[in-house]
């Protein structure tokens, strides 16, 4: 028989049946649509976001069909097609660079267009900012598309220039002229327009003609070039004289990999890992949508039983009755699935502004991955196909003569499935924990929580079943759904397996990310002391003064007061590293490596106190530190136990030019030790005065300790503008200890919020599906004295047994996955570093983690809290009266 002719009836029946049960056809909509939107949206905004090589040519080269850039010292280049994609490799050798002319010979002598980039410091009210700088022609029509000119006009001579709003931002109007700070600068140009650059958002951005800014031009030359499409071949002869190219045509339409120089075919080792991932996301997320469409239709069934048993009666067939229930998934799942794509298209659009406000970089070109979301419909139709699968078949076996009687029910769980569902369940235990005794183990216990879910949906009748046993004192209103739960298990198991694995995905998922940022807040190593601000900065070039001049310390602390009037400001005294450095030996060996010091120096110096921001230092210690200064010793910290002694403190000066020692002077004194961990930043060691004459050398100041005030990452960045101002290097760290990253926290977030909607769509979908199917049950108890209150009691009882049943059941198979992938997320062998009597390095041995850090608050809400949600929201809702079903005569 012919396939069309045969699906054609079904699929008017479904049609109609359709039509007929509105608000039950709405449910499967919504439950399938649902899924195939976020994909979508998701989608179309990862695609947006994602500038490939192809769509940010404009931003790259403007107008132009290549650019070309060259090297002092290189004579050959190997590059992929795309040079800006990854990993140009050179050949350095003594051959002058190729000049323009020669480039432009290769290529059909097109004209050449230089074209500078760089950085450029400028005056802000608060001191002093890095800008982006371009100088290029921009009235040239090679520059097309590098800039985008917003109000004023481009300039026209080499004082003139445009910036962007950020630019602006910091104190500057059009018409101003902008204050170029550094040696060596023009006169400071006029602003005559506001342009956007075609790449940066929100960084500062200032662009005009060569010399207009006094970008040098270092080693690299690079040139836009004119003319037309530069060839594959080209650019391989311009590789050849040293000549790294971005070329438009080839880009665009690269050539076959087999062309490529051989050491430019890299190949990612990740991509097996991605695919597997993406893959098991795939599954993940079929599993969840066929679950959660799965009562729908099997509602469906349930109506259509008398249906299906007349056409049994009159001599139809189990696979004709099948029919009829998949055509209502191919009916349903078609309509959810294009409206899913074409609704995910217009969120897409919707959220495009909000993800741009949260990026640096301008996005690129809304683009709608058409290919992908055929795909994603078809998603979307397989799903639905999926969750009709088992009503279908379980309709087909009805006993005809029971149904047409009026009698209904499910058969009586078999043991072979709650078997089964052990097995798997076995399955994805023992691999999890195998994945969790193995480094990069956490793509098997990924792929074992595939068949721990889907054996805890097999386990779902005998859990209903056990507690329909166990509710004998249990209220009316529980009594009764639970028992009904138990008896309509088709559409109740898949409701509940659906909020199970939705709660599972989410604990196994927020118990390996919680411990993750466990791990990372406990091996977070602070610099100095919990809200203590280090003002560090670079001696002067020797353009500015004589080589060694100290930094203007006092300016410095100048605009630190100024910004920070409430602050304590110390100076940290040490031993200057500009052309010598010191060590502090034992028996000849160090103590520790010279680290520099996280608060000025390898080496301080004090009469009394340690320096300020000093961490892990007892008060018991700083007193004995204390006593050896002021009594003319020094105190050394090492990484083990030494009883006090004595050392050898030694300056090496060198050539800043040549870096050779030039002179060393030694001295010995009385040391007190001070025991600090492997992961000690701080200095190597505290001198007096008295030792630092001894050496010849003459303390300085190194730093600046800020104290006292609680420093805002605002007034952080006034005052480093304002140090950028004095010294371009100077700059204020902060210790604030462990931030945890923006991004972590949002994936949190969202986390949550897609399991809680979820857990609450399938509870109510489930939940309404039952009380429709349940009407002629509620209409007797209606008759026989139940009070309208009574469905409104039991449709909150129905919700708790969905929602509550299912989250206990969920949480208990997520803890699997996410306690073993909290094994290999955050186990790592010891990193330390302790110094042995002969001053070599000894790894410290020690296993860092794992760390387990169970996110009780988000499980105590996914368990307790959403299922007395969704209760609530369904008792206020449900109609607490009911026409009559047939009317007494």
């Known amino acids: 028989m012919n396939p069309v002719t045969t699906w054609r009836l079904p699929l008017r029946l479904a049609r109609r049946d359709a039509l007929r049960h509105r608000a039950r056809s709405v449910l499967v909509l919504v439950m399938i649509a649902l899924p195939v939107l976020a994909v979508t949206a998701a989608d179309v905004l990862i695609q947006t976001s994602s500038v490939s090589g192809r769509e940010s040519l404009d931003r790259r080269l403007g107008s132009a069909q290549a650019f070309v850039w060259v090297t002092e010292g290189t004579v050959r280049v190997t590059q992929p097609p795309d040079p800006d994609g990854c990993c140009p490799l050179v050949v350095s050798g003594s051959t002058p660079a190729p000049t323009a002319e020669q480039i432009s010979s290769l290529l059909d002598r097109a004209p050449l267009l230089e074209l500078r980039q760089g950085e450029v410091a400028v005056e802000t009210t608060n001191g002093q900012a890095s800008v982006d700088a371009t100088e290029v022609d921009l009235r040239d029509p090679l520059t097309r598309g590098l800039f985008h000119l917003r109000s004023g006009r481009l300039p026209r001579a080499a004082g003139e220039v445009v910036v962007n709003q950020s630019v602006l931002d910091k104190g500057y109007r059009v018409g101003d002229p902008l204050h170029l700070e550094g040696d060596g600068t023009p006169a400071d140009p006029t602003i005559v327009g506001v342009a956007d650059s075609a790449s940066l958002r929100t960084y500062p951005v200032v662009a005009g003609p060569l010399g207009s800014l006094g970008i040098h031009r270092g080693d690299t030359t690079g040139w836009l070039v004119g003319g037309g499409p530069v060839s594959w071949p080209t650019v391989r002869q311009l590789n050849e004289i040293g000549v790294?190219?971005?070329?438009?045509?080839?880009?665009?339409?690269?050539?076959?990999?087999?062309?490529?120089?051989?050491?430019?075919?890299?190949?990612?080792?990740?991509?097996?890992?991605?695919?597997?991932?993406?893959?098991?996301?795939?599954?993940?997320?079929?599993?969840?949508?066929?679950?959660?469409?799965?009562?729908?239709?099997?509602?469906?069934?349930?109506?259509?039983?008398?249906?299906?048993?007349?056409?049994?009666?009159?001599?139809?067939?189990?696979?004709?009755?099948?029919?009829?229930?998949?055509?209502?998934?191919?009916?349903?799942?078609?309509?959810?699935?294009?409206?899913?794509?074409?609704?995910?298209?217009?969120?897409?659009?919707?959220?495009?502004?909000?993800?741009?406000?949260?990026?640096?970089?301008?996005?690129?070109?809304?683009?709608?991955?058409?290919?992908?979301?055929?795909?994603?419909?078809?998603?979307?139709?397989?799903?639905?196909?999926?969750?009709?699968?088992?009503?279908?078949?379980?309709?087909?076996?009805?006993?005809?003569?029971?149904?047409?009687?009026?009698?209904?029910?499910?058969?009586?769980?078999?043991?072979?499935?709650?078997?089964?569902?052990?097995?798997?369940?076995?399955?994805?235990?023992?691999?999890?924990?195998?994945?969790?005794?193995?480094?990069?183990?956490?793509?098997?216990?990924?792929?074992?929580?595939?068949?721990?879910?889907?054996?805890?949906?097999?386990?779902?009748?005998?859990?209903?079943?056990?507690?329909?046993?166990?509710?004998?004192?249990?209220?009316?209103?529980?009594?009764?759904?639970?028992?009904?739960?138990?008896?309509?298990?088709?559409?109740?198991?898949?409701?509940?397996?659906?909020?199970?694995?939705?709660?599972?995905?989410?604990?196994?998922?927020?118990?390996?990310?919680?411990?993750?940022?466990?791990?990372?807040?406990?091996?977070?190593?602070?610099?100095?002391?919990?809200?203590?601000?280090?003002?560090?900065?670079?001696?002067?070039?020797?353009?500015?003064?004589?080589?060694?001049?100290?930094?203007?310390?006092?300016?410095?602390?100048?605009?630190?007061?100024?910004?920070?009037?409430?602050?304590?400001?110390?100076?940290?005294?040490?031993?200057?590293?500009?052309?010598?450095?010191?060590?502090?030996?034992?028996?000849?060996?160090?103590?520790?490596?010279?680290?520099?010091?996280?608060?000025?120096?390898?080496?301080?110096?004090?009469?009394?106190?340690?320096?300020?921001?000093?961490?892990?230092?007892?008060?018991?210690?700083?007193?004995?530190?204390?006593?050896?200064?002021?009594?003319?010793?020094?105190?050394?910290?090492?990484?083990?136990?030494?009883?006090?002694?004595?050392?050898?403190?030694?300056?090496?000066?060198?050539?800043?030019?040549?870096?050779?020692?030039?002179?060393?002077?030694?001295?010995?004194?009385?040391?007190?030790?001070?025991?600090?961990?492997?992961?000690?930043?701080?200095?190597?060691?505290?001198?007096?005065?008295?030792?630092?004459?001894?050496?010849?050398?003459?303390?300085?100041?190194?730093?600046?300790?800020?104290?006292?005030?609680?420093?805002?990452?605002?007034?952080?960045e006034a005052v480093d503008e304002g140090l950028a101002a004095i010294s371009q290097d100077a700059e204020m760290y902060v210790e604030r200890g462990y931030q945890a990253d923006d991004a972590t926290v949002i994936v949190q977030l969202v986390l949550l919020g897609l399991g809680a909607i979820l857990m609450l769509g399938g509870t109510l979908t489930a939940t309404f599906l039952a009380l429709s199917d349940a009407r002629p049950d509620l209409a007797t108890l209606s008759a026989v004295g139940a009070s309208p209150r009574t469905r409104r009691g039991v449709a909150g009882a129905y919700a708790v047994v969905v929602g509550l049943v299912g989250a206990l059941l969920g949480a208990a198979v997520g803890f699997i996955p996410g306690i073993a992938v909290a094994y290999p997320l955050t186990s790592r062998s010891g990193e330390g570093c302790v110094f042995d009597g002969s001053g070599s390095c000894v790894p410290s041995g020690e296993q860092i983690g794992p760390f387990l850090d169970v996110p009780w608050l988000m499980v105590l809400g996914l368990v307790v809290v959403l299922p007395a949600l969704t209760a609530v929201v369904v008792g206020v809702f449900a109609r607490s009266r009911l026409p009559l079903v047939a009317r007494l005569g």
């Open 244 to 716: 790294t190219v971005a070329s438009r045509a080839v880009i665009s339409d690269p050539p076959p990999k087999s062309q490529w120089p051989e050491e430019s075919q890299y190949v990612s080792s990740d991509d097996g890992t991605a695919a597997a991932v993406a893959g098991l996301i795939v599954v993940m997320a079929l599993i969840e949508v066929v679950l959660l469409a799965g009562p729908a239709f099997a509602v469906s069934a349930r109506k259509q039983q008398r249906s299906l048993a007349l056409m049994a009666a009159t001599g139809g067939t189990p696979k004709q009755s099948r029919r009829v229930i998949i055509a209502s998934a191919i009916v349903l799942g078609g309509a959810a699935a294009a409206a899913g794509v074409g609704l995910g298209v217009g969120a897409a659009r919707l959220l495009e502004p909000l993800l741009q406000s949260q990026s640096d970089d301008w996005l690129g070109p809304f683009e709608v991955p058409w290919l992908h979301l055929v795909g994603v419909a078809g998603f979307g139709m397989l799903s639905a196909f999926l969750a009709a699968v088992v009503p279908a078949y379980l309709a087909s076996r009805q006993d005809v003569v029971a149904v047409l009687a009026g009698r209904r029910g499910d058969r009586a769980p078999s043991l072979r499935s709650p078997l089964v569902g052990l097995v798997l369940v076995a399955a994805g235990v023992a691999g999890s924990v195998l994945g969790a005794t193995q480094d990069g183990g956490e793509l098997l216990i990924a792929a074992s929580s595939i068949p721990a879910v889907l054996g805890m949906v097999l386990l779902v009748p005998v859990v209903l079943a056990g507690v329909a046993k166990l509710s004998g004192r249990l209220p009316l209103v529980l009594r009764y759904a639970v028992r009904d739960a138990n008896r309509h298990r088709t559409r109740t198991v898949p409701a509940v397996a659906a909020v199970a694995a939705t709660v599972a995905g989410v604990v196994a998922l927020g118990i390996g990310m919680t411990s993750d940022e466990a791990e990372n807040r406990e091996t977070y190593t602070p610099s100095v002391a919990a809200g203590v601000g280090i003002v560090t900065a670079p001696p002067p070039p020797v353009a500015k003064g004589p080589a060694g001049e100290a930094p203007p310390w006092s300016e410095l602390r100048t605009v630190v007061r100024r910004e920070l009037p409430d602050a304590t400001v110390t100076d940290a005294v040490g031993l200057s590293e500009t052309s010598s450095y010191a060590e502090i030996l034992e028996g000849g060996a160090q103590l520790l490596g010279s680290y520099g010091g996280s608060v000025g120096a390898s080496v301080m110096v004090s009469d009394d106190a340690l320096p300020q921001g000093l961490i892990g230092i007892t008060a018991d210690d700083a007193a004995r530190a204390s006593a050896a200064l002021r009594h003319g010793g020094v105190v050394a910290f090492a990484n083990v136990d030494k009883p006090d002694g004595e050392v050898s403190v030694v300056l090496n000066t060198f050539d800043e030019d040549t870096g050779a020692d030039t002179d060393t002077t030694r001295t010995t004194a009385p040391a007190t030790f001070i025991k600090v961990p492997p992961t000690w930043v701080g200095p190597t060691g505290v001198i007096s005065s008295g030792v630092a004459a001894e050496l010849g050398a003459e303390p300085e100041t190194v730093a600046l300790a800020v104290t006292g005030v609680d420093v805002t990452e605002a007034q952080q």
